[in-house]
């Protein structure tokens, strides 16, 4: 079983920056790849970004050049840096992981529980 903690949330004024972290623990085969996602009220789940084990990245358009994900693969951490925050980027932020539970099996999508990131005056 695999667990996703997250910290790092919280209500920061438009411009401002913040700093998830996502520290992944348990058992599993191999990992693939780490990433945020984010859900606002009312709207469906979205990637944020996400970053493989070899360490290709991938971003939303709304977040190139403000956010920036990088990860820890010996502590299985992931990370990102949030800058010149904006009001639309309120929303719960969560934690994914995607890797294999065992040889042989398909892949496997783990999440955190969310963190809350509110950016308002």
């Known amino acids: 079983q695999v667990q996703l903690v997250e910290s790092g949330g919280g209500l920061v004024q438009p411009g401002g920056s913040l700093r998830l972290s996502c520290a992944a623990s348990g058992s599993i085969f191999s990992i693939y790849a780490m990433g945020w996602y984010r859900q606002a009220p009312g709207k469906q789940r979205e990637l944020v970004a996400a970053i493989t084990r070899g360490g290709s990245t991938n971003y939303a358009d709304s977040v190139k050049g403000r956010f920036t994900i990088s990860s820890d693969n010996a502590k299985n951490t992931v990370y990102l840096q949030m800058n010149s925050l904006k009001p639309e980027d309120t929303a719960v932020y969560y934690c994914?992981?995607?890797?294999?539970?065992?040889?042989?099996?398909?892949?496997?999508?783990?999440w955190g529980q969310g963190t809350q990131v509110t950016v308002s005056s």
């Open positions: 994914n992981l995607r890797g294999l539970p065992g040889l042989g099996y398909s892949f496997e999508d783990y």
